[in-house]
């Protein structure tokens, strides 16, 4: 087994398909989308694991699934040593206290009819752990903690803005004093002076409860300031995983070279000269994957064999740095080049 | 003579309960071939202020100023000839396409209707720019997918389908407002570079209306910073971005992430929330975010001004010091050679 004490989280071979159904009298099953398929990897205890990659990757669903809030169709999700598969309802809802989601949109997780006080006091009494006057103290500790002004109990939350409202929400999440927290885009609808507020806040969190992310996002950048350890994911399986000095320094997986070449950096200096690396075709579908390796298809380094054959198991490359390239050798020592069309 | 100058825009919405000073008094002009960014955040009048200039605003909005464009000012123009001017001499591609693009129509009628209403074509010869229109944004198989519906696209390249659209009338001015937001790394990428090559190429002026540093700080060879309806600063890019004059700019510079930080430096964000735009008190409204904020700035309102040289101006009162710099950015490019 590859269980680390000191792991937190361990998922191995998580698959979570969705059934495409058709016809009108027999539901009759067409195929999967293979939102994951086939995705390990651990997270140790007081880390942040990034979890990044484009719209359609399945990172939302590997978030959700190891809170259970999807059921996998196979693989295991193992949370501090104990199987979640195996546990009863009862027993899951108990293991659900140490583990907690955070949205990308607080509103729409936000009861508006409930002022923030009620909101936050919630996770207290629905597992009967504190109320009357402790209850109360013990809402305001977590409203100073998240840094809503005195006084944000009495209010609601279409009072606040985006940015607040993301505090509120983190404030309920810190009530039942988790282990591990789910962040699932959690500053991509802010405003960028609101969005560093938040992440100092996730920071400062972490230190101060001793707690572990997983930070789902698009926003490499965003990410690369955060996390520890970053996994990369393409169609729903792996492409990449490293701790993050590496994979920005150092990017195995085309797959990634071309995501970190593509986000923008706010400096004319030195967007006039890098490199780019476009990517001209579209995304496949999860439904039908292409064969081999998945970003075949799209791949500036791809080879006349084996890539749209035969699909790339994630390799360990170098410490703690693994990629699931056939020819992730080869392209670092840069004996295999680049092809890059033009704008066509 | 500048191909669009703006004077003395403003732009206000009657609500019941208030009025909303969305835009007050901005001024600027675009060249043609030149690319202008437009950086802000949400509700500091970047859209606000490309609705008004090409006329769509909803009823409710007041607009006041000159927007003069081939001599004529657009905002007194009757509407017939607004919507001469509209799609084929300046046109507009928003954050989302699915919104502008008609779901009951294919793809190539939705083109060839504007080739056919502004440049008088005949069918055959609109279709036939309409597939070279595709191919020109990168669409393979161009002639094929004429025949497609919107949903048969994915959203790249039905933002690069509004692309098209936008520019088949060879406009002289082109409008983008948060081209990319909605789109993957990957495809904002691709976006740009069609947007890129089609300056440089087409020789029009281009409008980008973002709220990503990152994508004025590649595409744009002027920048306009707004805060709260009103321009705070503006100058050439590589100046701008180099030298951040007024504190807000400053600010946005340093709260965010970079993909090629040299090591975990911690943010820092700008503290507080913008202003409310329905009160126009005196005085900058950036002051109570700003640490550089003095007596005046909450008393008497800066006007954009010259600072350095003509081309970078800015207001404020208390302008950041040439030497207080943004973020380090790391010796050399982060990208390994190949």
Same mark, same amino acid.
């Given at each position: 087994?590859?269980?680390?004490?000191n792991?937190l989280v361990?998922?191995?071979?998580?698959?979570?398909?969705?059934?495409?159904?058709?016809?009108? +009298?027999?539901?009759?099953?067409?195929?999967?989308?293979?939102?994951?398929?086939?995705?390990?990897?651990?997270v140790r205890r007081g880390e942040t694991l990034g979890?990044?990659?484009?719209?359609?990757?399945?990172?939302?669903?590997?978030?959700?699934?190891?809170?259970?809030?999807?059921?996998?169709?196979?693989?295991?999700?193992?949370?501090d040593?104990?199987?979640?598969?195996?546990?009863?309802?009862?027993?899951?809802?108990? +293991?659900?206290r140490r583990m907690q989601m955070v949205?990308?949109?607080p509103?729409?997780?936000?009861?508006?009819?409930?002022?923030?006080?009620? #909101?936050v006091?919630?996770p207290f009494?629905?597992?009967?752990i504190a109320?009357?006057?402790e209850?109360?103290a013990r809402v305001q500790d977590l409203l100073d903690v998240v840094g809503l002004p005195r006084?944000a109990g009495?209010?609601?939350?279409?009072?606040?803005?985006?940015g607040q409202?993301q505090r509120i929400g983190l404030a309920r999440v810190l009530a039942l004093n988790p282990d591990l927290i789910v962040a699932?885009?959690p500053v991509?609808?802010?405003?960028?002076?609101?969005q560093a507020q938040i992440i100092n806040l996730l920071e400062d969190l972490q230190r101060e409860f001793d707690l572990t992310y997983i930070f789902?996002?698009?926003?490499?950048?965003? @990410?690369?300031h955060i996390s520890d350890?970053?996994? @990369? +994911?393409?169609?729903?399986?792996?492409?990449?995983?490293?701790? @993050?000095?590496?994979?920005?320094?150092?990017?195995?997986?085309?797959?990634?070279?071309?995501?970190?070449?593509?986000?923008?950096?706010?400096?004319?200096?030195?967007?006039?000269?890098?490199?780019?690396?476009?990517?001209?075709?579209?995304?496949?579908?999860?439904?039908?994957?292409?064969?081999?390796?998945?970003?075949?298809?799209?791949?500036?380094?791809?080879?006349?064999?084996?890539?749209?054959?035969?699909?790339?198991?994630?390799? @360990?490359?170098? #410490?703690?740095?693994?990629?699931?390239?056939?020819?992730?050798?080869? #392209?670092?020592?840069?004996? #295999?080049?680049?092809? +890059?069309?033009?704008?066509? | 003579?500048?191909?669009?100058?703006?004077?003395?825009?403003?732009?206000?919405?009657?609500?019941?309960?208030?009025?909303?000073?969305?835009?007050?008094?901005?001024?600027?002009?675009?060249?043609? *071939?030149?690319?202008?960014?437009?950086?802000?955040?949400?509700?500091?009048?970047?859209?606000?202020?490309?609705?008004?200039?090409?006329?769509?605003?909803?009823?409710?909005?007041?607009?006041?100023?000159?927007?003069?464009?081939?001599?004529?000012?657009?905002?007194?123009?009757?509407?017939?000839?607004? /919507?001469?001017?509209?799609?084929?001499?300046?046109?507009?591609?928003?954050?989302?396409?699915?919104?502008?693009?008609?779901?009951?129509?294919?793809?190539?009628?939705?083109?060839?209707?504007?080739?056919?209403?502004?440049?008088?074509?005949?069918?055959?010869?609109?279709?036939?720019?309409?597939?070279?229109?595709?191919?020109?944004?990168?669409?393979?198989?161009?002639?094929?997918?004429?025949?497609?519906?919107?949903?048969?696209?994915?959203?790249?390249?039905?933002?690069?389908?509004?692309?098209?659209?936008?520019?088949?009338?060879?406009?002289?001015?082109?409008?983008?407002?948060?081209?990319?937001?909605?789109?993957?790394?990957?495809?904002?990428?691709?976006?740009?570079?069609?947007?890129?090559?089609?300056?440089?190429?087409? /020789?029009?002026?281009?409008?980008?209306?973002?709220?990503?540093?990152?994508?004025?700080?590649?595409?744009?060879?002027?920048?306009?910073?707004?805060?709260?309806?009103?321009?705070?600063?503006? *100058?050439?890019?590589?100046?701008?971005?180099?030298?951040?004059?007024?504190?807000?700019?400053? *600010?946005?510079?340093?709260?965010?992430?970079?993909?090629?930080?040299?090591?975990k430096e911690r943010l820092v964000p700008?503290p *507080?929330?913008?202003?409310?735009?329905?009160?126009?008190?005196?005085?900058?409204?950036?002051?109570?975010?700003?640490?550089?904020?003095?007596?005046?700035?909450?008393?008497?309102?800066?006007?954009?001004?010259?600072?350095?040289?003509?081309?970078?101006?800015?207001?404020?009162?208390?302008?950041?010091?040439?030497?207080?710099?943004?973020?380090?950015?790391?010796?050399?490019?982060?990208?390994?050679?190949?």
């Amino acid at each position: 087994m590859t269980g680390e004490a000191n792991q937190l989280v361990r998922v191995e071979d998580l698959k979570v398909y969705f059934p495409l159904r058709s016809g009108l +009298m027999f539901d009759r099953h067409v195929g999967d989308v293979k939102a994951v398929d086939g995705v390990t990897f651990g997270v140790r205890r007081g880390e942040t694991l990034g979890l990044v990659g484009e719209s359609g990757c399945g990172k939302t669903t590997v978030g959700r699934s190891i809170l259970r809030l999807i059921e996998p169709t196979a693989g295991k999700v193992e949370f501090d040593g104990v199987d979640l598969g195996s546990l009863s309802k009862a027993e899951l809802r108990t +293991m659900r206290r140490r583990m907690q989601m955070v949205f990308q949109d607080p509103y729409s997780s936000l009861n508006p009819r409930q002022n923030v006080g009620a #909101i936050v006091a919630e996770p207290f009494k629905i597992h009967g752990i504190a109320s009357g006057r402790e209850l109360e103290a013990r809402v305001q500790d977590l409203l100073d903690v998240v840094g809503l002004p005195r006084g944000a109990g009495n209010r609601y939350p279409h009072e606040f803005s985006g940015g607040q409202r993301q505090r509120i929400g983190l404030a309920r999440v810190l009530a039942l004093n988790p282990d591990l927290i789910v962040a699932d885009e959690p500053v991509s609808a802010l405003d960028v002076s609101i969005q560093a507020q938040i992440i100092n806040l996730l920071e400062d969190l972490q230190r101060e409860f001793d707690l572990t992310y997983i930070f789902i996002a698009h926003d490499l950048a965003v @990410v690369r300031h955060i996390s520890d350890r970053i996994a @990369v +994911m393409y169609l729903g399986a792996i492409a990449e995983i490293a701790p @993050v000095g590496k994979l920005y320094a150092d990017p195995l997986h085309p797959y990634t070279k071309a995501l970190l070449s593509a986000v923008p950096i706010p400096d004319p200096e030195v967007e006039r000269s890098r490199e780019r690396i476009i990517l001209w075709g579209d995304l496949p579908s999860p439904a039908a994957p292409p064969p081999g390796c998945r970003f075949h298809t799209r791949c500036p380094y791809r080879q006349e064999t084996r890539c749209d054959t035969e699909v790339p198991p994630l390799r @360990v490359l170098d #410490i703690g740095h693994s990629a699931a390239c056939h020819w992730a050798e080869d #392209i670092k020592a840069g004996r #295999i080049e680049p092809r +890059m069309p033009a704008v066509p | 003579m500048a191909l669009l100058s703006i004077d003395d825009l403003e732009v206000e919405f009657e609500t019941r309960r208030a009025t909303i000073h969305a835009v007050n008094r901005i001024s600027f002009s675009l060249d043609s *071939g030149e690319t202008l960014g437009i950086v802000g955040e949400s509700g500091c009048g970047k859209s606000v202020s490309s609705l008004a200039v090409l006329g769509i605003l909803p009823a409710n909005a007041r607009v006041a100023g000159r927007v003069e464009f081939a001599g004529d000012d657009l905002l007194a123009l009757p509407d017939s000839k607004m /919507r001469a001017v509209r799609g084929r001499d300046i046109s507009m591609i928003f954050q989302d396409p699915m919104t502008s693009l008609n779901p009951v129509l294919t793809v190539g009628r939705q083109i060839t209707e504007t080739l056919r209403k502004h440049l008088r074509m005949d069918a055959a010869q609109a279709d036939e720019e309409a597939a070279r229109l595709l191919e020109r944004v990168g669409i393979a198989d161009a002639r094929n997918r004429l025949r497609d519906y919107p949903h048969q696209f994915s959203g790249g390249m039905r933002q690069r389908v509004m692309i098209a659209m936008a520019i088949s009338c060879r406009p002289k001015v082109l409008i983008a407002d948060e081209p990319t937001t909605a789109l993957d790394v990957t495809l904002q990428a691709q976006i740009l570079e069609v947007l890129r090559a089609l300056v440089a190429e087409e /020789r029009m002026g281009l409008i980008l209306i973002t709220h990503d540093l990152g994508v004025v700080a590649g595409l744009c060879e002027r920048t306009i910073v707004m805060y709260a309806g009103r321009i705070v600063e503006s *100058g050439p890019t590589r100046e701008l971005f180099a030298r951040p004059r007024h504190p807000y700019t400053l *600010g946005l510079l340093k709260s965010v992430p970079r993909v090629d930080a040299r090591a975990k430096e911690r943010l820092v964000p700008i503290p *507080g929330t913008p202003r409310d735009l329905r009160s126009l008190e005196a005085g900058c409204a950036f002051a109570p975010r700003c640490p550089y904020a003095t007596e005046r700035s909450r008393a008497e309102t800066p006007q954009l001004r010259p600072i350095d040289d003509l081309e970078h101006r800015v207001a404020c009162w208390n302008p950041v010091p040439d030497g207080d710099l943004p973020p380090s950015r790391p010796p050399a490019p982060v990208e390994e050679e190949r």
